[in-house]
């Protein structure tokens, strides 16, 4: 059984990093073929893929956040983690991990963050 | 680069089916067969209930069918039930550097 859970701080101010926790279960991520990414989704908004980590480490970003985002991961503990610098109130959303194989197949619940002073 | 397009709105009675577009180009939905529908309700995450344009996974109602012509793929909800309102989302893989896109949103209401 598949299940991912996102965690991280509730609110950050702007200008700060944001770090955020995928913590999963169900799977390897050094499998043929898997990967974690990352959806978030503003407040009555639509999904925007902001970046995915493959089994061979292949890291992609979306290009419009690409320069304020880091994605990485510890094996160890079945963990990808997700780095945003200079937050925005317009970064504010809810902020989805995922299992990918083709396509995004097992989500978590979703943490919300919002930016503000 | 912009989102793929849906419909903002669709609705449709107990029973009826509806059909939700989702539009792109021949860089994405036109040029790949990786087009996901998720449905999520309120307060919820997405889930996934087409991949592959075509394909519903386990446990999904065959109520639920995906098609695509061109560079439009389209989702089919027949036999509509009141559970089925919701958000739908479209998504594709691009060979533009963003490599995955989403559609805007549809909201599905159940009359």
């Known amino acids: 059984q598949i299940t991912l859970k996102e965690s991280g701080p509730p609110l950050v101010k702007p200008t700060q990093t944001l770090t955020l926790t995928c913590t999963f279960s169900?799977?390897?991520?050094?499998?043929?073929?898997?990967?974690v990414g990352w959806i978030r989704q503003p407040p009555g908004k639509a999904l925007e893929w902001l970046a995915l980590?493959?089994?061979?480490?292949?890291?992609r970003y979306s290009p419009f956040l690409k320069n304020r985002l880091t994605i990485t991961k510890d094996t160890a503990k079945n963990q990808v983690v997700l780095t945003m610098t200079n937050m925005d109130p317009v970064d504010t959303a809810t902020y989805y991990c995922?299992?990918?194989?083709?396509?995004?197949?097992?989500w978590g619940q979703g943490t919300l963050v919002t930016v503000s002073s | 680069q912009s989102a793929l397009a849906q419909p903002a709105s669709v609705s449709g009675s107990p029973g009826q089916s509806i059909t939700i577009s989702c539009t792109g180009t021949?860089?994405?939905?036109?040029?790949?067969?990786?087009v996901s529908w998720y449905q999520q309700h309120p307060g919820k995450a997405p889930k996934l209930i087409i991949y592959?344009?075509?394909n519903r996974p386990s446990g999904v109602s065959n109520r639920f069918s995906g098609s695509k012509s061109g560079n439009t793929a389209s989702l089919t909800i027949s036999g509509l039930q009141a559970e089925d309102e919701a958000d739908y989302h479209c998504?594709?893989?691009?060979?533009?550097?963003?490599?995955?896109?989403f559609g805007g949103g549809t909201k599905l209401t159940v009359l």
């Open positions: 169900g799977f390897s991520l050094n499998t043929l073929g898997v990967g």
């Open positions: 998504s594709s893989y691009t060979s533009s550097s963003t490599f995955e896109i």
């Open positions: 980590l493959h089994w061979d480490d292949d890291e």
């Open positions: 995922a299992h990918r194989r083709g396509y995004f197949d097992f």
């Open positions: 021949s860089s994405d939905v036109g040029g790949y067969d990786s």
């Open positions: 592959e344009v075509t």
